[in-house]
């Protein structure tokens, strides 16, 4: 069905469900309206507007329908691997096994932002000694302690070495829960020295050969666990499948990047997009689905780009967003205020850059933990986020700062220092807390003086 | 001869030294300035600390690690704002597997590159022996001297030998101690200006047997092997320092643990201090578990500033009720 763009209350996405589904139910076995979710203690999105296409409502059903996935997967004796803080490589292996479903723990960071702190995760960190002065990722320990938001799966992997330091002490202290972890190192990225052989990596960094071998050979003991965990050996032929698959995701992506960060209108909100992008980093737990839902999503979105309408006001102001907002409604308020997403940096750029095809399949999915935008330098990732601004046009950048993360108060500076050196766009370092609704006042005045300064430099 | 400053255990003082430079190992005190990067929310006050120093030191070169995200990120924060030759030295998380091993050597050998490049001599292996005996001679002598120094001087002889390599001697020998309650202060770097700590415990009739923070005992290297220190001293060297010290940043970090329990036994240890920098995700998120761990009384000193103004009274009270606990 078509109709004119629109974002949606919950209800009103309700009532539109009724509408379009009185007959018949949607396509896909994981359908239903969004109250059910709400109804279920996701009440975050009783505050949240909403994309009103059915494209959207699939991409919403599928992350939120995640957790049933896992378990049927568990029920039908599929073995679950728990991916640790790659954020995007280790699933790319898991998914080459048909018996094998990955998924990040790390999600749970959502957790309380989705149901309003009802789970009680952050108390239970609390009581575990991490405290507020930890990101948000520390609802993870709650989430495995009260066993409540996702299977416990039978193999936990995380990457250690160049990574925040919350993660790791989060990770070793749910090791300490009797959870055994297989930890692999990810070395701090660092630019080739002389007579160093230097190795291009995916976004177009460089990284000694030397440091490329060290994830491969680190890949390789991922390997020999998954296969101790199926059964069956991990070949080649198995990982270039999956390496196609993922690809295939990467590339609608980039597609919908693309559409929606450069058409006028905005063709599709900022939350859609937070959303669809986190689908590049595990699939959520199905990574054909994935692809159909992102077909779906692509082909909503071309088609509005091709209509010329949007969900937004023409001249709302091009925005580039730095790192993932603690509570979703942020996306919303961008866009009240008057501005649009125009580019993102949620921490997971390499997830969403495709993994060469050309190169022996653990060679390449070396090279794509490497490009990792947290385990290099602050002015790599600077450099990258410049590029990006520049491809879709950005008019101002918003850099969100992450409660409690470690490495916010120096990459921000870093970041922020080096757009300035190198562009005149306005920008904003502003925090977002898991809940925002008691700063909402300020954030949005805060986005609202952003939005004026760049529309007045036009 | 110039000095290269750095404060990490992983780094070797050999390294440095067989290269013809100064290694000095530093503590940061407070009120040092802010000549180096802002204070920034969130940034441990260490690291930011430990630059400001660095930078008053007048060094030849900075070498940070990644023992911490924290101090990977403050290397490229100071970088940027210092002519001073900085590096960056990746001591992996991981420590058991031959990857692991393998990065900290590589990274040995291109700390020794950049040495050379900033006024080093590059040093035959017969060199690097002799310096490594050198310093496991003077390693064992300073150990030595806890059975006749205070637990302050005893560790305050450590961190003079990580900042200069020699050993001062002339500290008065500690009388024969009797019924003091002995108690392991654990934890991250201290600062130079808080080692009043010691003060406080020995006042309320406890003794620091046991100094578990990353200045202290902890994270002395064990001893150079005779055959592989002839035979290959990198390696040995790269062994003593990668392969036994025990961290908080390792992982797993079941060396700490295992380590703690040894050192517990040995010298009975009744109660343990916890100091910890705020911002320290790593020893924050340790603390519970190392409570639960222990079985013992544990009392933890977390302020920014343990003896700022405000806080030196509310840390001896804290620390003289934490003592008659024990009692
Ligand atoms: S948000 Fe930042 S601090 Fe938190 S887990 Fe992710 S990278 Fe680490
Ligand atoms: S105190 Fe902790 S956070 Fe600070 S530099 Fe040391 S290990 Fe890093």
New binding site residues.
């Given amino acids: 069905m078509t109709c004119k763009p629109a974002r949606l209350s919950l209800c009103q996405w309700d009532q539109r469900y009724e509408e379009l589904y009185a007959s018949a139910p949607p396509p896909y076995p994981y359908g239903g309206p969004l109250c059910t979710h709400a109804e279920d203690g996701d009440q975050r999105l009783t505050k949240l507007l909403f994309d009103n296409s059915e494209a959207a409502l699939r991409l919403w059903n599928f992350l939120l329908s995640e957790e049933d996935r896992l378990q049927s997967a568990r029920d039908r004796g599929k073995k679950l691997v728990g991916a640790m803080k790659d954020l995007g490589t280790v699933p790319v292996m898991a998914y080459a096994l048909p018996e094998v479903v990955a998924f990040y723990p790390d999600g749970a960071w959502w957790i309380p932002c989705v149901m309003e702190l009802s789970a009680g995760l952050l108390s239970i960190a609390d009581r575990m000694g991490i405290d507020e002065t930890f990101c948000p990722v520390r609802a993870m320990l709650g989430a495995f302690e009260t066993q409540a938001h996702f299977p416990i799966p039978d193999l936990l992997i995380c990457s250690v070495g160049a990574t925040c330091?919350d993660f790791s002490a989060i990770a070793q202290r749910l090791a300490g829960m009797g959870h055994p972890i297989l930890w692999w190192e990810i070395p701090h990225r660092r630019f080739p020295e002389a007579g160093e052989e230097a190795v291009t990596l995916p976004g177009g960094l460089q990284a000694p050969r030397s440091q490329v071998e060290v994830v491969r050979t680190e890949l390789e003991r991922i390997k020999s666990a998954f296969k101790g965990l199926a059964g069956v050996p991990l070949t080649d032929e198995m990982l270039e499948l999956s390496i196609t698959k993922t690809n295939e995701v990467r590339r609608l992506l980039d597609r919908l990047r693309y559409y929606a960060y450069t058409a006028t209108p905005c063709p599709l909100p900022a939350l859609e997009m937070l959303i669809a992008e986190m689908l590049a980093i595990h699939f959520c737990s199905d990574q054909d689905e994935c692809v159909r839902v992102l077909e779906q999503l692509v082909e909503e979105v071309r088609s509005r780009v091709i209509e010329g309408t949007g969900v937004l006001p023409e001249d709302n102001v091009r925005v580039f967003w730095v790192n993932p907002v603690a509570d979703l409604r942020a996306m919303n308020l961008l866009e009240d205020c008057g501005g649009r997403l125009c580019g993102t940096e949620f921490l997971f750029c390499h997830a969403l850059e495709p993994i060469p095809e050309d190169l022996p399949p653990m060679e390449a999915l070396a090279c794509s933990a490497l490009a990792d935008p947290m385990v290099g330098s602050a002015a790599d990732r600077a450099a990258r986020i410049l590029a990006e601004i520049k491809r879709f046009g950005a008019e101002a950048v918003a850099i969100s700062r992450i409660p409690g993360a470690s490495h916010c108060a120096t990459e921000g500076t870093i970041i922020r220092d080096y757009l300035q050196a190198s562009m005149t766009l306005p920008i904003l370092e502003i925090e977002i807390p898991p809940i925002c609704d008691g700063m909402a006042a300020s954030i949005k005045n805060r986005l609202r003086a952003l939005v004026e300064t760049a529309r007045s430099q036009r | 001869m110039k000095r290269i400053i750095y404060s990490c255990p992983f780094i070797p003082a050999e390294w440095l030294a067989a290269h013809g430079l100064h290694p000095c190992r530093i503590l940061p005190g407070h009120g040092q300035g802010h000549d180096s990067p802002d204070t920034l929310a969130g940034l441990?006050q260490?690291?930011r600390l430990?630059s400001n120093c660095a930078l008053r030191e007048s060094p030849g070169a900075i070498v940070f690690s990644t023992?911490?995200d924290?101090?990977r990120r403050m290397a490229e924060l100071l970088g940027r704002q210092t002519s001073i030759p900085i590096f960056l030295f990746n001591v992996p998380s991981t420590w058991q597997s031959p990857a692991a091993r393998q990065i900290y050597l590589h990274e040995l050998v291109r700390l020794g590159r950049f040495l050379v490049t900033h006024g080093g001599v590059e040093p035959k292996q017969e060199y690097l022996s002799e310096v490594m005996k050198s310093y496991d001679r003077k390693r064992e002598q300073l150990k030595g001297l806890r059975q006749h120094l205070s637990a302050r001087q005893f560790s305050e002889a450590i961190v003079n030998f990580h900042r200069s390599g020699s050993i001062e001697t002339n500290a008065n020998p500690k009388g024969i101690e009797v019924d003091k309650l002995p108690v392991a202060l654990l934890g991250?770097?201290m600062f130079a200006d808080i080692f009043e700590i010691f003060d406080l415990v020995a006042q309320n009739g406890g003794d620091i047997a046991l100094d578990a923070t990353?200045s202290g005992e902890r994270t002395l290297p064990d001893r150079f092997n005779p055959t592989n220190l002839e035979d290959n001293p990198l390696d040995e060297l790269a062994h003593a320092y990668f392969g036994t010290i025990p961290d908080v940043?390792r992982r797993p970090n079941t060396l700490l643990y295992e380590w703690l329990d040894r050192m517990i036994r040995e010298r009975g240890i009744r109660g343990i201090i916890i100091r910890?920098?705020t911002?320290?995700?790593?020893?924050h998120a340790e603390v519970s578990r190392l409570k639960e761990h222990a079985g013992l009384p544990v009392l933890t000193l977390h302020t920014e500033n343990t003896y700022a103004p405000g806080e030196r009274l509310r840390t001896a009270t804290r620390i003289e009720a934490f003592m008659d606990l024990l009692k």
């Fill in positions: 330091d | 441990c260490y690291a430990f023992l911490c924290q101090m991250g770097p990353e940043s910890y920098n911002w320290c995700d790593l020893w």
